[in-house]
């Protein structure tokens, strides 16, 4: 499964999404155990819903990430899929459960660390969506490109404008 794998990931990251799901439904052919695989085809799905604006797509995709994380409990990027699958069926409260347990599992997921942020600013959370961007801007601000760091910065102040107050990195 690792080449199928390899290759659906780099079709996943030049966003031929067809080309992806055939390749990461390959791994399942040859071994339908494979928790990454499911968690890989519910990020094209979460991804064909962000392009094709289409809801239904995020139940798939939850239900993916759903199989994965039974499969493979401690798969750091499933939690991280569901928490964003719950959070497009406005399920903030719970995504926050998911995307915490992948921060615990891989303090590197880069993207949990925004999502949970996201999930809590939509909740009113904004003390709490604030800690995880600092934590963020801990790790791996140094790290981004100035595009990236410019749209980091545009979230963090925003948040921090609804927090009405400041952060302990400012």
């Known amino acids: 499964p690792p080449a199928w ?6 079709y996943f990251h030049m966003k031929k999404y067809d080309l992806a799901l055939e390749n990461f439904e390959k791994c399942l052919a040859l071994d339908g155990k494979f928790a990454l695989a499911y968690s ?3 990020l094209v799905y979460l991804s064909r819903m962000i392009e ?3 809801a239904a ?3 798939k995709a939850l239900a993916l990430f759903n199989k994965a994380i039974d499969l493979a ?9 569901r928490g964003s699958a719950r ?5 903030a409260g719970l995504a926050v459960g998911d995307y915490e347990r992948a921060i615990a599992l891989d303090p590197d997921l880069m993207d949990a660390y925004i999502n949970i ?4 600013r939509e909740q009113g959370r904004y003390a709490e969506a604030l800690k995880h961007l600092d934590s963020y801007k801990m790790r791996f601000y140094s790290r981004l490109p100035a595009g990236e760091r410019a749209d980091f910065d545009r979230m963090y102040n925003e948040i921090k404008t609804l927090k009405g107050g400041r952060s302990s990195m400012s």
Do not use: F, H, T
Request: a negative charge; charged letters at 10%; zero cysteines.
């Open 87 to 91: 959070l497009a069926v406005n399920q």
């Open 117 to 120: 942020s996201i999930a809590l």
């Open 57 to 59: 797509l995020a139940e």
């Open 5 to 10: 794998r390899n290759l659906g990931s780099i």
């Open 52 to 54: 094709e604006n289409n």
């Open 73 to 81: 409990p401690n798969l750091a990027a499933a939690w991280s899929g």
């Open 40 to 42: 890989n085809i519910g």
